[in-house]
């Protein structure tokens, strides 16, 4: 098959990204910018390497991570071809909207000696050391004394920059710090930012099984809960479309999108942009919850739906607990900058300042690298806790549950090949000094029959007793 051009793709070798993820993002950006067509075969891996001057092996890296991503499209015997997406529209002015995010520390009361919880990351692994070392040098500064004041309601300016700089590099988001705000974790984020979009009597779709905490926000703003299924790659939306046309007043739509709460299952890209679109038409804001994107152990992360395509009405949530500590409180939310003039005004009612002092702490670890250095570590612990837990998973439960093991996250989620009563599986295992969570606590009203388990949090040792428990009540 004839390809007659060259795909223009600059790299710079002094850019602190990696040259494959430049490329793969140098060929997205010609899919939005409609230089690349859908169906337009791509140069083969051969001579795109050519072209490029680079390793093939580098330029194979990004092909795969497009094709995974669902932005290219693999024919057999024939090459690689631009995917046919459907609702793309990147000529669309770009009017950022982005909001809240919840942080999903869950409550557990008794503490038995095994917890599977939600999905928490290890504190033992968090740099406290170095945070207490930033903390101290910001006390020895001459000029502590400023930092004792009241500082800006959104928060400070230096860290909102800093965070503003990575969702932008590392997600593909167009923000600047006027469009950000900080905040005391991500479930205040979530709260301010329904406070300022919803009314009494309007109507948010949300993901079942899904996030209850941000139900009860939603609830306590007066919103009536319209609840969506969700499927293998994501929400349904066939559901969603269902609720669109029958007249009620929706004006908005929760999602967990990058690794879904509870079932980890990821939204796909030809889902996202189609949910782009719907948002434009109808004209409902997309709350995005993008709690565990630092977590991923695939070829990189998938970027947020803010990052797609121009989204109308959009609100963004983040949090840096599962970064760090679930014990630091630090969230943000991100959308358009009149909207975060409003969240400004109400944070400042119940709350007229973040921690100044702790943001600066933090700060210091961002600049001095011990952030990326946490990361990595973290990631690369995580990475092989995941693979010990699916091989225990695999080996005790194989015949009585299903699963897909994640890409990413700190859970899986497991269904039972056959029905069972998860609260007496519950009940059973407490006496056994192993705790689950039960099924209220992400299902809307009928019970969902799964199990997410949490394995960051727990050493091997207890994984493997957690499972064998499990397996032997099954």
């Not at 991503?69 to 990147?90: S, T």
């Not at 929706?250 to 709460?261: D, E, G, N, S, V």
């Not at 990631?379 to 439960?397: A, C, P, S």
């Not at 056994?432 to 039960?438: A, E, F, H, W």
């Amino acid at each position: 098959m004839l390809r007659p051009w060259d795909l223009q793709i600059n790299i710079n070798l002094l850019d602190s990204k990696a040259v494959y993820l430049q490329i793969a993002d140098a060929i997205i950006e010609a899919v939005k910018n409609r230089k690349l067509q859908p169906g337009d075969a791509l140069p083969g891996s051969r001579k795109l390497a050519g072209q490029l001057k680079v390793n093939r092996n580098t330029v194979v890296k990004a092909l795969d991570i497009l094709l995974a991503e669902g932005w290219l499209e693999a024919q057999e015997r024939k090459g690689i071809f631009v995917a046919a997406l459907k609702a793309h529209d990147p000529y669309q002015k770009r009017q950022i909207v982005l909001a809240s995010r919840s942080n999903k520390d869950q409550a557990l009361t008794a503490k038995p000696d095994i917890v599977f919880d939600d999905g928490l990351p290890d504190s033992r692994l968090a740099p406290i050391k170095a945070l207490a070392m930033a903390y101290r040098q910001i006390f020895n500064r001459k000029a502590r004394w400023q930092m004792m004041g009241y500082s800006h309601a959104l928060g400070d300016l230096g860290f909102r920059n800093a965070v503003v700089k990575m969702l932008n590099h590392k997600r593909g988001m167009g923000i600047a710090a006027e469009n950000l705000c900080l905040t005391r974790g991500s479930q205040m984020a979530l709260y301010l930012a329904v406070q300022c979009l919803l009314e009494k009597g309007d109507a948010i779709i949300i993901e079942n099984p899904g996030y209850m905490p941000a139900w009860r926000a939603f609830e306590n703003a007066g919103a009536e809960l319209l609840p969506v299924s969700v499927e293998a790659d994501g929400i349904n939306l066939h559901e969603i479309q269902a609720y669109l046309k029958s007249g009620k007043k929706i004006k908005a739509l929760y999602t967990t999108p990058h690794h879904h709460f509870p079932t980890t299952v990821s939204l796909s890209l030809q889902k996202r942009l189609e949910l782009i679109q719907l948002s434009n038409t109808y004209g409902f804001t997309i709350i995005e919850d993008d709690y565990d994107h630092e977590f991923h152990f695939g070829a990189r992360p998938l970027l947020p739906i803010g990052s797609l395509a121009p989204v109308e009405n959009y609100i963004y949530v983040g949090t840096f607990s599962k970064i760090v500590s679930p014990a630091l409180r630090i969230g943000y939310l991100a959308s358009g900058e009149h909207f975060i003039d409003k969240v400004a005004e109400l944070r400042q009612i119940i709350d007229v300042q973040g921690d100044n002092i702790m943001e600066q702490a933090v700060l210091e670890l961002i600049n001095d690298g011990s952030i990326r250095k946490h990361l990595n570590k973290a990631t690369q612990t995580y990475h092989k806790k995941r693979d010990f837990f699916d091989q225990v998973i695999r080996q005790n439960l194989g015949d009585k549950v299903s699963y897909k093991r994640p890409e990413g996250g700190l859970a899986f989620w497991l269904m039972p090949r056959k029905k069972i009563d998860t609260y007496q599986l519950a009940e059973d295992l407490k006496k056994k000094n192993v705790q689950i969570l039960t099924p209220d606590k992400f299902s809307f009203s009928d019970p969902i029959m799964g199990l997410r388990l949490g394995y960051a949090s727990l050493s091997e040792e207890k994984l493997e007793e957690g499972i064998g428990a499990i397996a032997r009540l099954l």
